[in-house]
């Protein structure tokens, strides 16, 4: 029972459906007002499928890199890869790559394209501080992004934000050769477009990140049958955050939506600029589930 319904979740899939249309509509803006103000289409569409194919193809080894982690091999890391192995054959997915970073933060990601292309990755700290049913649980939310495909979406979705962020900070280069008397809306235009591209984009993938973590939390839980480990595992991890150096934690934020758990979450201006729910709405959400498990039992 639990593996016909791992990893199904409608609103999370209507969502995701929803975001791309939306981030698609914006993108067609934005390469209209790029053709007005007089850039190449042959340039633009160059661009744009490089940074594409570099998002799909390339974002679990920039990943892996950018938190100094590296893949394992079963004779490395025999009990968290048996571990992924059991959950994976419980759920019915692929067993993807295992990873392992090493670091003191305690965390865990999933990075990957597709079912049959992804990466799992626990961090050294994660597997000291956790117990092994704990860990359990987060690697089975890790694999609940995979199952449900969401890694792939945000993976996409940032591709949007990337494109303007790119053009913010060159956008020099695009405006070049445009004076005021041109025909075409000119350098102001471009820059002020793609600033609503990125604030547009950043919000519709918080709103997006935000709820994907309530799947996977419900997708670990239906796998394990064993949410109270889950939020053990996630007090443990925001308790463990606050023993390591801010300066850890921030240059770790570039992945922070791809976290269980988002470094510097604490410090964070309310939730509006949250890439995850509360913790205290996720432990809620999983003693709710706990108790229906029990009382189904």
Do not use: W
């Not at 999370?12 to 103000?37: E, I, K």
């Not at 850039?39 to 998002?55: E, K």
């Not at 809306?185 to 471009?190: E, K, M, Q, R, S």
């Amino acid at each position: 029972m639990r593996s016909t319904s791992f990893g199904k979740d409608t609103g999370l899939q209507a969502r995701m459906l929803l975001t791309m249309f939306l981030l698609g509509a914006v993108y067609v803006a934005f390469v209209g007002v790029l053709f007005a103000a007089g850039a190449s289409g042959v340039m633009i569409a160059l661009v744009a499928g490089g940074l594409v194919a570099m998002q799909l193809f390339a974002s679990e080894a920039i990943g892996l890199r950018a938190m100094g982690a590296r893949e394992v091999s079963p004779q490395e890391a025999p009990e968290l890869h048996a571990m992924v192995e059991r959950l994976c054959l419980q759920a019915d997915i692929p067993k993807p790559k295992v990873a392992v970073a090493y670091t003191d933060m305690p965390n865990a990601f999933a990075l990957g394209r597709s079912k049959k292309h992804a990466t799992v990755c626990a961090t050294t700290g994660i597997m000291e501080l956790l117990s092994p049913a704990e860990l359990e649980g987060v690697m089975a939310h890790e694999l609940a992004h995979i199952a449900n495909r969401d890694v792939m979406v945000m993976t996409l979705a940032s591709f949007f934000a990337s494109v303007a962020a790119m053009i913010l900070q060159f956008g020099f280069m695009f405006g070049g050769g445009h004076h005021d008397d041109d025909d075409g809306p000119g350098f102001l235009a471009v820059i002020m477009v793609s600033l609503a591209v990125y604030v547009i984009s950043f919000f519709l993938m918080q709103a997006l990140s935000r709820y994907r973590e309530f799947a996977a939390d419900r997708g670990a839980a239906v796998l394990t049958g064993r949410p109270s480990a889950l939020a053990s595992a996630l007090m443990k991890i925001s308790g463990g955050m606050d023993r390591i150096p801010q300066q850890d934690l921030r240059a770790a934020n570039e992945m922070a939506a791809f976290y269980i758990f988002p470094p510097g979450a604490k410090s964070a201006i309310g939730n509006l600029f949250s890439t995850h729910p509360p913790m205290e709405r996720r432990i809620d959400a999983l003693m709710r589930l706990e108790s229906q498990l029990q009382s189904a039992g």
